[in-house]
């Protein structure tokens, strides 16, 4: 049996971890690291009501978080270097989309080259601007987007502090990507465009037939869904980080991404959970050496957890839809019974 020690040293742990998870700098941190995520949630969420989904995020994310750090750190202007990642981001997802829908490409395999051609183009070039130096844009000079400083919050009784660590002082791309999630449910669900998005999506020859262009609304699909995507990577560079462009700095939110629709139901709201929970989980990354002080941790076992929660997530999604398969089939068959009963 363990000693009256030991037990209260796993006490003390447990506790430790609980009080840096239930924290307010915990829960602030939790909405920074959810953006970068959230954002190309959406852009695979939008796609993939069109029937064509997005597999290039990662790719065009790296293309517009390194286009936007370049030209905003050449320009001196952030917004400068906003809209031209975002130009860089619509380019990419048009190149996919031609691809695709003009020359009959295979979407998955142009998908797949949109992310090697970011990964390596962003490389290439960046090598170029630095005179081989690093792979990045660490020795330019950074300009960030600005942040949105709530300080009245602190005048609020009891919860100012709290509130204020909590969403006081957010890079204004994280309220963007928050907002965006109302806007796309909006879009999808209130729009006229928005509901031909969907109906192309769930069956393009119905659409056809009462007159909606398949291969126009595919189009915007996708072109919105590299808009999305360019939206984290610009946050990843000019605003999650202080040093500008790194090499393959999305280090697979891209990929993440492409699961958050489908865990949550294909709604916006519920893309906004499934992100949020991969949020959670990369924060425990970021956050493990500060929750466990004291203990030592492999570096790799931390940064394995959002994947690990990718992982686990697919299962329990998988196991789930299964579930719902077997139970409509049993359905099926009770109808079928009874209609032959009847007869």
């Known amino acids: 049996m363990r ?9 003390d742990v447990i506790l430790s971890i609980l009080q840096g998870i239930f924290s307010a700098a915990f829960l602030g941190a939790i909405l920074r690291v959810t953006t970068p995520i959230l954002l190309p949630s959406l852009g695979a969420l939008i796609s993939d009501r069109a029937g064509v989904i997005n597999i290039g995020l990662e790719g065009i994310m790296l293309w517009a978080a390194f286009t936007g750090a370049t030209v905003g750190s050449i320009t001196g202007n952030p917004w400068v270097g906003f809209v031209a990642g975002l130009i860089a981001a619509l380019l990419s997802a048009l190149l996919l989309a031609f691809f695709h829908l003009h020359l009959s490409g295979d979407l998955i395999l142009g998908g797949i080259a949109i992310n090697i051609l970011g990964s390596a183009g962003t490389i290439a070039i960046a090598y170029q601007l630095t005179g081989g130096r690093t792979g990045g844009t660490t020795t330019l000079a950074n300009v960030q987007m600005p942040t949105i400083d709530l300080v009245p919050l602190k005048s609020l009784p009891v ?26 449910w909006f879009f999808l669900y209130r729009m006229p465009v928005g509901k031909h998005l969907r109906a192309v999506g769930e069956n393009p020859d119905a659409a056809a ?10 189009y915007l699909a996708l072109a919105l869904s590299g808009l999305l995507a360019g939206l984290g990577g610009i946050h990843l ?32 709201f519920g893309t906004l959970a499934a992100a949020v929970l991969f949020g959670t989980f ?14 030592e941790i492999p570096s790799q076992l931390p940064q394995m957890i959002p ?37």
């Not at 068959?333 to 009847?342: D, I, L």
């Open 307 to 343: 994947y690990a929660a990718t992982i686990i997530a697919l299962v329990i999604y998988s196991y789930r839809r299964q579930r719902m398969a077997a139970a409509r089939a049993r359905r099926f068959e009770q109808q079928a019974a009874q209609g032959t009963a009847g007869d």
């Open 237 to 268: 560079s000019m605003g999650y980080v202080s040093f500008g462009f790194t090499r393959d700095m999305t280090a697979g939110r891209g990929f993440i991404a492409l699961v958050a629709p489908a865990l949550g139901n294909g709604t916006p």
């Open 3 to 11: 000693s009256t020690f030991e037990r209260e040293a796993s006490m």
């Open 282 to 295: 990369a924060a425990l990354e970021t956050r493990s050496s500060s929750l466990l002080p004291g203990v």
């Open 159 to 184: 919860v100012g502090d709290a509130l204020y660590t909590i969403i006081g002082n957010q890079n204004i791309m994280t309220w963007i990507a928050f907002l965006l999630v109302f806007v796309m």
């Open 209 to 218: 037939s009462v007159g909606i262009n398949v291969r126009r609304i595919r």
